[in-house]
């Protein structure tokens, strides 16, 4: 009987003290460096969002939309699967990162890289590098007074 | 107690009731009636959607409120008339077709975000008038209204043909002069070099790209939003969705770009955050007065985004 309060109060202690759990659950900002938005995409069929950033050179390129595009010019596209925003029925938003892909115009050649992850068909159809490239290249800048 | 006491006690008594009941008389001929106004233009919704609206909402959000009659007694009307004017100003269902149908969109996913997340009723209203509680088969009821009043439409080919125009005229625009909210927040197209921290639809209608300054980044990756840093900075960049030859929704004419900023001591009314829109391509700020976030963006805000401290589009919480 005596034991009963310390062992009352031991319990409280040991539950009021414990520390919250440990979660890893993070929100994560896409850094994209010194690249700036050029335009973005969403696939209603794959649930996936994505975000073409490039340099000041690649910027200018799809602005002029000629097809011509200078050595120097770098893009990334990045891919987000989405969800429905919990705070906001009837909005989705972008979530886990599925993909990077960065793309390079050299003299004579473009560079065409996978940096993370896996690219995802475009309407059921997985296109091949090249294809991939002009996808990219094809993108015309969103308006943005 | 002797007699003499007791006679003074009860002369005490009804002095004190007296002097109540004189102020309550009083407090009655100071009590400003809530204002009477016209239906001009109520909402056309079907039968049974607009029987849910009619019970649950209309005592506050119409100007043909059925309260009560206590709710007119003063001090009780002094409060029930502050949140019934309150309430028509956010969203008035007698005066509804007076907004554009852009505007009557917006209001119906807010008011379907409000009872499906059981914001609306209020609960201090709902404590006293029960019957006005929203059954989820009710809620049910709304948003399957909802989605076939706004519901997913592929982009017809005004919208493309409107995008292409707006994207040449874009083009060949010259820098426009920084246009100034009613609030005084100036638009800048500083954010264009900012972090994005997220990307939206929304109705299936319009997508956004949302950027943040430094400080809202840090404070997004640190989780500090009770409250956020004054200094923090989100602006939001709307788009029309039109679909491109790979099946994708690619932006189309430019609708507006919203900016929320963080300054505690300046925005007191609204949760410390400043709000801003600017529409169009011409940029014109939204609002006729400093006030007009109060009467609008921030119903939502605080009701349905308080664990984000107001915003909602923070990036989501992932497992790593």
Not at chain 2, 38 to 53: G, R
Not at chain 2, 83 to 98: G, H, L, P, Q, T
């Amino acid at each position: 009987m005596k034991l009963i309060i310390p062992i009352f109060v031991s319990m409280m202690i040991l539950f009021s003290c414990r520390p919250e759990a440990q979660t890893s659950a993070r929100r994560i900002v896409y850094d994209a460096g010194d690249q700036q938005v050029i335009s973005h995409a969403v696939n209603k069929k794959s649930a996936t969002m994505s975000i073409l950033y490039g340099n000041a050179a690649a910027y200018n390129a799809a602005l002029a939309g000629n097809g011509t595009h200078q050595p120097g010019a770098q893009y990334t596209l990045v891919t987000w699967q989405y969800h429905e925003n919990p705070l906001f029925y009837g909005s989705n938003i972008n979530g886990e990162l599925l993909s990077v892909e960065k793309l390079a115009v050299k003299p004579g050649k473009t560079d065409y890289q996978v940096e993370s992850g896996k690219v995802l068909p475009v309407n059921g159809v997985l296109l091949d590098t090249e294809k991939r490239k002009n996808y990219i290249l094809g993108y015309r800048p969103s308006i943005m007074p | 107690m002797d007699l003499k006491s007791n006679n003074l006690m009860k002369i005490t008594t009804w002095k004190v009731v007296a002097v109540l009941v004189a102020i309550f008389v009083v407090l009655q001929c100071i009590n400003e009636p809530l204002e009477t106004k016209p239906v001009t233009a109520e909402i056309e919704a079907p039968a049974a959607v607009a029987a849910i609206f009619e019970r649950a909402c209309y005592d506050c959000h119409s100007n043909e409120p059925e309260l009560p009659w206590y709710n007119q007694v003063a001090p009780v009307s002094w409060q029930v008339n502050k949140d019934i004017s309150r309430a028509r100003e956010v969203m008035n269902f007698s005066e509804w077709e007076k907004l554009t149908k852009g505007e009557q969109k917006g209001k119906l996913w807010g008011i379907l975000n409000m009872v499906k997340a059981g914001k609306m009723p209020l609960e201090r209203y709902a404590l006293l008038h029960p019957g006005a509680r929203v059954t989820p088969a009710e809620v049910e009821t709304i948003k399957n209204y909802v989605l076939s009043v706004t519901g997913d439409q592929p982009a017809d080919s005004n919208t493309i043909n409107g995008a292409n125009k707006a994207y040449d005229e874009w083009k060949g625009l010259k820098t426009i002069t920084a246009p100034v909210s009613p609030n005084g927040i100036t638009y800048s197209d500083a954010f264009k070099s900012w972090k994005v921290i997220s990307m939206t639809t929304l109705y299936d209608k319009s997508m956004r790209v949302i950027y943040g300054n430094d400080i809202a980044v840090k404070a997004i990756e640190t989780e500090n939003f009770h409250p956020w840093p004054d200094g923090a900075a989100v602006v939001k960049a709307v788009w029309e969705q039109v679909e491109n030859e790979y099946g994708e929704v690619r932006p189309g004419k430019f609708i507006n770009a919203q900016f929320m900023v963080k300054d505690a001591a300046r925005y007191k009314d609204t949760e410390g955050w400043g709000f801003a829109k600017f529409n169009g391509q011409e940029l014109k700020p939204t609002g006729k007065a400093a006030n007009f976030a109060s009467i609008s963006c921030i119903s939502c805000h605080r009701q349905l985004a308080e664990e984000t401290g107001y915003l909602f589009n923070v990036p989501l919480k992932l497992n790593l």
